[in-house]
């Protein structure tokens, strides 16, 4: 079983769509973090959400961390085809990263 | 600056043999971790460590062995490769396990026939 899980697996819409990914736990996080990874390379952070009920934004992004810190979602607005890629929501329990199982997000132009 | 260096970067192990990938990191950073990541899917922890000579298991340890002499290298063993193992193996950093960024590595491919 995963600790955190995502959804949906795969996502793929047109350029200018609005999509929201969900990261879920049974378990309270002191942080979740959220990853974009192309093909070939390696996870590059893009936001951490510390406090529950917390909203960030970075340009069309918008990331949200749960009242009760067991979950997050990511919305993008108006989609675009730079924006394909693999989004991994992460977060720390006991000195370790436990990371989702990924939402693969392709737009289509 | 050259952050997480990870070699090889692509390896073709046969059934048995062994291998060691590495892994060196300059941030002098305390927490390394060594993750592997099946196609189009997330990253499994294999094993961690907090410090020099500090090390841990993670979710998925069976059939890999780690040593953390020195604060910069995080060193992966595996020792009798099976088919299983075949995946891309990434090496990350963080100052803490709190609220920092992981920095990763570029990734080794490795293919056990």
């Known amino acids: 079983t995963q600790l955190l899980e995502q959804s949906p697996q795969f996502l793929s819409i047109q350029e200018g769509e609005n999509l929201t990914v969900y990261c879920n736990s049974s378990?309270?996080?002191?942080?979740l973090q959220w990853y974009r990874q192309e093909p070939g390379e390696g996870p590059v952070l893009l936001v951490t959400v510390v406090t529950g009920g917390e909203v960030k934004k970075l340009k069309r992004l918008t990331f949200q961390f749960g009242d009760a810190r067991k979950d997050s979602s990511l919305h993008i607005t108006a989609a675009q085809p730079g924006d394909t890629g693999l989004y991994l929501c992460a977060g720390p329990r006991f000195n370790k990263f436990y990371f989702g199982s990924g939402t693969k997000l392709n737009v289509k132009p | 600056n050259a952050g997480v260096t990870q070699t090889p970067k692509f390896r073709i192990l046969k059934i048995g043999q062994s291998m060691t990938l590495q892994c060196t990191q300059d941030m002098n950073h305390n927490y390394m971790y060594w993750y592997r990541q099946d196609p189009g899917m997330g990253l499994k922890l294999i094993y961690y460590?907090?410090?020099?000579?500090?090390?841990d298991k993670g979710e998925v340890p069976n059939g890999y062995n780690v040593s953390r002499s020195t604060t910069e290298d995080f060193p992966l063993r595996l020792e009798l490769a099976a088919p299983s193992q075949t995946s891309v193996y990434f090496c990350?950093?963080?100052?803490?396990?709190?609220?920092?960024?992981?920095?990763f590595g570029s990734g080794t491919q490795l293919s056990v026939l």
């Open positions: 460590s907090v410090g020099a000579g500090i090390t």
């Open positions: 378990s309270v996080f002191s942080s």
């Open positions: 990350a950093s963080s100052y803490s396990s709190l609220n920092e960024k992981l920095f």
